[in-house]
């Protein structure tokens, strides 16, 4: 069973900058795939960025160019950098474990950090 807790949130102004990290515990965290999703109110949760256990990235077309993902697999910690920041991505974000395993398929979840970018 893995644990992810999820921190950085908090209220920026656009344009501004944050960097969320989530810290897992209770597994071998160098084999999972981690990704941030987030969900804004009356919306879907969608995936924001991924990265593999290999480290290839993936990103919504949303964040491009302004988001970061990065994992600490010392540390067992992944992290997303949030570069020029917009009202539209005010969300609650979520950091994901996601290991295929022969047949099994484990997806974690943490509780997730707010995020609200406004003047």
């Known amino acids: 069973q893995v644990q992810l807790v999820e921190s950085g949130g908090g209220l920026v102004q656009p344009e501004g900058s944050l960097r969320l990290s989530c810290a897992a515990s209770g597994g071998i965290f160098s084999i999972y795939s981690m990704g941030w999703y987030r969900q804004a109110p009356g919306k879907q949760r969608e995936l924001v960025a991924g990265i593999t256990s290999r480290g290839s990235t993936n990103y919504a077309d949303s964040v491009k160019g302004r988001f970061t993902i990065a994992r600490d697999n010392a540390e067992n910690t992944v992290y997303l950098q949030m570069n020029s920041l917009k009202p539209e991505d005010t969300a609650v974000y979520y950091c994901?474990?996601?290991?295929?395993?022969?047949?099994?398929?484990?997806?974690?979840w943490g509780r997730g950090t707010q995020v609200t970018v406004s003047a």
């Open positions: 994901n474990a996601h290991l295929i395993w022969g047949a099994s398929i484990n997806d974690y």
